[in-house]
């Protein structure tokens, strides 16, 4: 791949953008995760009593701040992307100038990436404000890593889905058929060991699910099984996943 500095410069360029926007995709960013803080941890949370010896809203917490990453970095690169592809034809522009065609894909899985990071930030300042903290200050730091790092996966995952999408219909079959059901079959409002066997073994073939794993390790502070499973089996997928988008995107935009 021929990817370079210029990344940079499409990844200030959609925060510059983004400015004028600031108001309502922050209001779009926190709605959703938000509802599902409320409803289920504070809501359903008063008769689901303790999960692992700690309060259900304690169990929470960790999966609605990596699903909230993902849906941020997922809708960014499905119909954001698809616009300044298709409508406002931004990526001819940018590949005219000595932009690469994988520095501006590139640059838009971080920005992707960026706006997961901060709405898993913002979702992560709002539990607090609940009495939902991490463990320590060091799991407070490598949650944010793994939300970077998720950010990432699912702005690459959805670059590929846009590489290929002929309208904005397409996607409703990646986020119903994949987003959805990963939302709740990845152990993000219930744990998975009561699920049937063969669904557990499904769930192990979410990226989701180790994201959560991880994700709930960090925040609090204790080991779970198969975590280290769960961070190699992550960064293999967003390697290839970024690899693999990027490529797609280029074939769609140059041939």
Partial sequence: ???????????????????????????????????????????????MGYIGGKPYLQFLVPGVLISSVMLSSTFECLYDTF??????????????????AEDVVAG??????????????????VAMFMGVHPSSAAGVLILVVVMAFVGVLFSSLAMIVTSV???????????????????????????????????????????????VNISRAAFSGEPIPGVWWSVLVLL??????????????????IG
């Avoid at 953008?17 to 995709?25: C, D, E, G, V």
């Fill in 1 to 47: 791949m021929n990817l370079s500095y210029r990344i940079c410069y499409v990844l200030l360029r959609n925060i510059i953008s983004y400015k004028r926007f600031i108001l309502p995709t922050f209001v779009v960013s926190l709605g959703q995760p938000l509802f599902y803080l409320i409803t289920f941890g504070i809501g359903m949370g008063a008769y």
């Fill in 83 to 100: 616009v300044k592809m298709v409508h406002e034809r931004l990526y001819d522009s940018l590949i005219a100038t000595p932009v690469s």
């Fill in 108 to 125: 838009d899985i971080a920005w992707g990436a960026l706006r997961g990071l901060l709405s898993g930030v913002l979702m992560l300042v």
């Fill in 165 to 211: 999408a002929p309208n904005f219909d397409f996607f409703n079959y990646y986020t119903e058929l994949v987003i959805t059901p990963m939302l709740f079959f990845s152990g993000v409002f219930f744990p998975l060991d009561k699920f049937p066997h063969w669904l557990k073994v499904f769930s192990l073939f979410m990226p989701l699910t180790h994201a």
């Fill in 236 to 253: 293999g997928l967003e390697i290839a996943a970024f690899v693999v988008g990027i490529k797609m995107m280029k074939r769609r935009l």
